[in-house]
C-alpha cells in the first residue's frame, strides 16, 4: 500500500500547536500557506508585519473567521528583553545600536522569537535570499554540537510510486573537506529518519573503491571513514559511483562486500557543483518532486525557500520544519 508522504508528517504533527514563524507576512504567498496551516490544525502561524496590513491581506484573501498572531517587530512589547538577550548571544560583536537594528529585520526577529521559544521553528525565503535566512540562524541558533556548519538536503520525492531519496548538500557548502562531508552524512541521517525512511547512506564520487586515483576520490574515502567513526551503527559507505549505491546489479559487480551498494535511499555529493546539479537531473528528468533546501545541523530548525515558490511549496516546506521541531 503506497504511504503518501505529506499525509504521514501531517498526521505526526497534527493538533500539536508547534508554532512557526513566518516574516514575511507582506507577501500573498506566505499568507496564503500560513492560513491553510491554521485552518488544517496543523500548525500555529506566527506572521510577522505590520498588524493592519497582515490583517488586511488576510481579509483581502478570504480569511477572516480565525484568531492569528500577527507580531510587529517595530511594536512587540518584550522588543528590551529579546534585545538584551541578543546583545548576549553576541557576546560584544554587536553593539546596542546595532542590535536595535539588526532586530527590525524579520529574519533576525523571527529567528530570535525561536531562540526564546515563542515559536519552534522559522520559514523564511520567499522573498529574501538565502544568506538572509542563514546567516541570522547560525548567529543565534548556531549549530548541534559536533557540527562545525549547517548543510542543505532535497527530499525528492515520489508519491505515486512510494520512491523517497535524500540529496545533500545541494545547496549550503561549496566544496566541504572530508570532516564537513562526513558531518553532513551522519546529520543527513537525522533528516533521512523524519520521513521515516531507514537510512543507507551512499558517499558518491566518480570512482568506486579505489577504481579512480585522484585526491577528489580520496577526499570521499576519507569522509567514509570519519563518518563511520562518528556514526558506527549507520549503513554507511563510499566512495561509490551513483550506479554501484543504486543499481543492485551493478553493485554486486563494483562492490560485491557492501552493505548499502545496490540499495542506497541517501546521497552524499562530494560538491555543491555535483549535488545541485544531480538533484536538478533527478527533478526534472526523473521525475521527481524535489523539496528543499531542508536546513540541518542547527539547534532549532529554521528552512530557507527558493524566491519561486508557491504557497504550495511553502505549505509543504513548513509542515517539514514543524515535523523537525517534533524530532
Known sequence: MLRSLFGDLRTKIAGKGIRIVF???????????????????LVEPIILGNDAEVRGLLHELGFVNQDYIVIDPYNFPYFEDMKS???DIRKGKVSPEEADRLLRDVNYFGVMLVKMEVADGMVSGAIHSTADTVRPALQIIKTKPGISRTSGVFLMNRDNTDERLIFADCAINIDPNAQELAEIAVNTADTAKIFDLDPKIALLSFSTKGSAKAPQAEKVQEATRLAKEMAPDLALDGELQFDAAFVPATAAIKAPDSDV??????????DLQSGNIGYKIAQRLGIFEAIGPILQGLNMPVNDLSRGSSAEDIYKLAIITAAQSVE
Open 261 to 270: 551498494a545496490g540499495q542506497a535511499n541517501v546521497f552524499i555529493f562530494p
Open 85 to 87: 538577550l541578543f546583545l
Open 23 to 41: 516574516p514575511e507576512g507582506n507577501d500573498e504567498r506566505v499568507v496564503r500557506a500560513a492560513a491553510r496551516l491554521k485552518f488544517e490544525g
